[in-house]
């Protein structure tokens, strides 16, 4: 089992930034950041592999920046010029096979953290 803990997130106008944080207690090969807004489907906003394979979203690319601290087990998503429909809760999600994607099924998840941004 790894327990994986999110911080960061709250509320920006458009046009500011955020970043999230994510801690993996545990050996992890691919991370990642998924959204949902209630109503709709989780949708995958990126997820990086450690080695290196990164995967952004369309509606997020050039925008958010997604890194990891491989010593520390530790994830990053960077969001700049944020956008009114980003406004979700943010997941940070951990597997430890060996693919890493938009389709990885994820097998360890955080509690979630909410991102809101004003017109």
């Known amino acids: 089992q790894v327990h994986v803990a999110e911080s960061g997130g709250g509320s920006v106008q458009a046009g500011g930034s955020l970043r999230l944080s994510c801690v993996a207690a545990?050996?992890?090969?691919?991370m990642g950041w998924l959204r949902q807004v209630p109503g709709d489907d989780r949708e995958a906003v990126a997820t990086?592999?450690?080695?290196?394979?990164?995967f952004y979203s369309d509606s997020v690319k050039g925008r958010f920046t997604i890194s990891k601290d491989n010593a520390k087990n530790t994830l990053f998503l960077q969001m700049d010029s944020l956008k009114p429909e980003d406004t979700a809760m943010y997941y940070c999600?951990?597997?430890?096979?060996?693919?890493?994607?938009?389709?990885?099924?994820?097998?360890?998840w955080g509690q979630g953290i909410q991102v809101t941004v004003s017109d």
């Open positions: 545990g050996y992890t090969s691919c």
């Open positions: 999600a951990a597997d430890a096979g060996r693919t890493c994607g938009p389709r990885t099924a994820f097998a360890y």
């Open positions: 990086i592999a450690n080695w290196g394979h990164t």
